[in-house]
């Protein structure tokens, strides 16, 4: 079955930085789109950046240009979501999701498969 594994979260300051892993199983995972989303409390979910496997094409939403970048490790089937200069603004809880249709679609449709996520909490 489709797994989904989010990881990488934790308590960090401002300015400080983490790294989410996103490990994906069960299902052919270079023909799929990757994409990393977060919900904070009372907030509806936002989408924050995807990753197309086949061709490496990426995309990020406003938030998170020029601070987080997404890559992939095909070896581990795993997407990684690096997150420098944190803000008070990133807590939330983060998910990875999969989608076989193109990141442009999946983006403005939806995602077929979640993960259960992991939080991230940025406080001084």
């Known amino acids: 079955d489709v797994q989904l594994q989010a990881s990488g979260g934790g308590l960090v300051q401002p300015g400080e930085s983490l790294r989410l892993a996103c490990k994906a199983s069960?299902?052919?995972?270079?023909?799929?789109?990757i994409g990393w989303f977060r919900q904070a409390p009372g907030k509806e979910r936002e989408g924050i950046s995807y990753?197309?496997?086949?061709?490496?094409?990426?995309y990020y939403e406003e938030p998170a240009k020029g601070r987080f970048t997404i890559s992939v490790d095909n070896a581990r089937n795993t997407v990684y979501l690096q997150m420098n200069s944190l803000k008070p603004e990133d807590t939330a809880v983060y998910y990875c999701?999969?989608?076989?249709?193109?990141?442009?679609?999946?983006?403005?449709?939806?995602?077929?498969?979640w993960g259960q996520g992991t939080q991230v909490t940025v406080s001084s």
């Open positions: 990753i197309s496997i086949k061709d490496d094409s990426t």
């Open positions: 069960g299902f052919p995972f270079n023909d799929y789109t």
């Open positions: 999701a999969a989608d076989a249709k193109s990141w442009v679609v999946a983006a403005l449709t939806h995602f077929d498969y």
